[in-house]
């Protein structure tokens, strides 16, 4: 579960203040309005220079200071498009120091901080939020998100309760709250153990020496796939929930047969439905392709298509076997593979088991395609494409020079 940020983010900006009246001659005044004029064109980055030197200059400290904070914040959302969320959290920042009466700027700092996966950050502007302007619903709502992202559930819960009481139609939130109270009555017994990058939540009964183990695949794994993808490293705490078979299914509601999920957070059963511990390399795979999904997010945000989300997970967490690939021969000589277009995104509820099986093993061979033949630094192009928003197929063209169809004929050709 993913909060819109985009849309929880609709930030009422104050209307740019008027250019202060004074005597002529009055050089706090002359860049105030020099201010408003590059502002009024768009152009925030030299609006924020000559309203930082009308503050100097002794201008209007009410006036100058309402401009200057929301030149920044039009400046944040304007690097916030760009995909540059690490200058629009500062930014936001700034314009929360400018003006430290004004809620907006602190929420639009929280939302890029849980966008950077940092979420600390995230809870001291949301927290500083609601004491600026209690009863906030859009802050209230999205510091019960970033709780829930920290892993506390209760807190979440207390945000959400309050918001839902005010609006009880507030879109979404329901589904929200009711998933956050069905995980907790599932977890409120937990045991908890905090590696350097990861925070794992588990039950009791599960083996001291299977926890170890757990433990050293995750630690593996953010040092493997990091240096897979080239140095990408999202900040700690890293959330995973363990669970047996029916702990899982009841937390997650997900089909009997999905093995793993990442939802911002990485759960995993670590028994099967008759209650015997998987095997090592088992949880090894599944954890590992879990936390390709967390890279994969730090990178793209809530943007990546399907197929090249779980394709990046399979291909890094399993090689194509040849039993895997004797399927994909089988598939592209006697079946019909989905069209890349319809993998953009994949519900798996509506398909049965064996179409995702296949939904899969035709991801992983496209995503594997495209590792191999042009390498790792063109796929984080096309993360970081898509993460400022651009459209699946026209990113491939972009980065690839290859649209949907053709690298089809080329995945298609490989297994004929």
């Not at 795979?285 to 994969?296: A, I, K």
């Not at 690839?400 to 690298?407: A, P």
């Amino acid at each position: 579960m993913t909060l819109k940020y985009r849309s929880i983010l609709a930030v009422c900006l104050l209307a740019l203040a008027a250019a202060v009246q004074a005597a002529e001659g009055n050089v706090s005044v002359d860049f105030n309005n020099a201010g408003v004029e590059a502002y009024n064109l768009g152009e925030y980055d030299t609006a924020i220079g000559y309203f930082e030197k009308a503050q100097a200059g002794g201008g209007d400290k009410e006036v100058v200071g309402r401009n200057l904070c929301n030149a920044h914040q039009n400046l944040a959302g304007e690097l916030a498009k760009k995909g540059d969320f690490r200058a629009a959290a500062r930014h936001a920042d700034s314009a929360a120091a400018v003006d430290p009466k004004n809620m907006s700027p602190l929420v639009q700092a929280g939302a890029y901080y849980l966008r950077l996966d940092e979420v600390n950050m995230a809870i001291e502007r949301l927290e500083k939020a609601i004491t600026v302007k209690p009863g906030e619903l859009t802050a209230h709502e999205m510091l019960g998100y970033a709780y829930y992202r920290d892993n506390d559930l209760s807190s979440a819960r207390a945000q959400w309760d309050y918001v839902l009481e005010v609006d009880p139609k507030r879109p979404e939130l329901q589904d929200r709250y009711d998933k956050a109270f069905r995980e907790q009555s599932v977890e409120n017994d937990f045991d908890k153990y905090k590696s350097r990058h990861f925070q794992v939540s588990y039950p009791a009964e599960i083996p001291s020496d299977l926890r170890a183990k757990v433990i050293g695949i995750l630690d593996r794994a953010y040092i493997d796939i990091g240096r897979d993808f080239g140095g990408v490293f999202p900040p700690p705490p890293i959330h995973v929930i363990l669970y047996d078979a029916k702990q899982f299914s009841e937390a997650t509601k997900t089909a009997d047969y999905v093995g793993a999920l990442y939802d911002g957070k990485i759960r995993r059963p670590l028994a099967d439905g008759n209650g015997a511990w998987l095997p090592v390399e088992e949880i090894r795979r599944r954890l590992t392709h879990e936390y390709v999904h967390v890279v994969v997010k730090h990178i793209a945000g809530g943007n990546p298509p399907w197929w090249v989300n779980e394709g990046l997970a399979e291909t890094l967490s399993r090689p194509l076997d040849s039993e895997r690939i004797h399927a994909l021969q089988k598939l592209y000589r006697e079946g019909a593979p989905e069209a890349l277009k319809s993998l953009e995104a994949t519900h798996l509820g509506k398909m049965d088991k064996d179409a995702v099986g296949l939904a899969y093993l035709q991801s992983h061979a496209t995503v594997d395609t495209l590792w191999s033949r042009y390498g790792r630094g063109k796929m984080v192009m096309l993360l970081e494409a898509v993460g400022r928003g651009q459209n699946a197929e026209d990113a491939l063209r972009e980065v690839y020079r290859k649209t949907y169809v053709s690298i089809e004929r080329d995945v298609a050709n490989n297994y004929r």
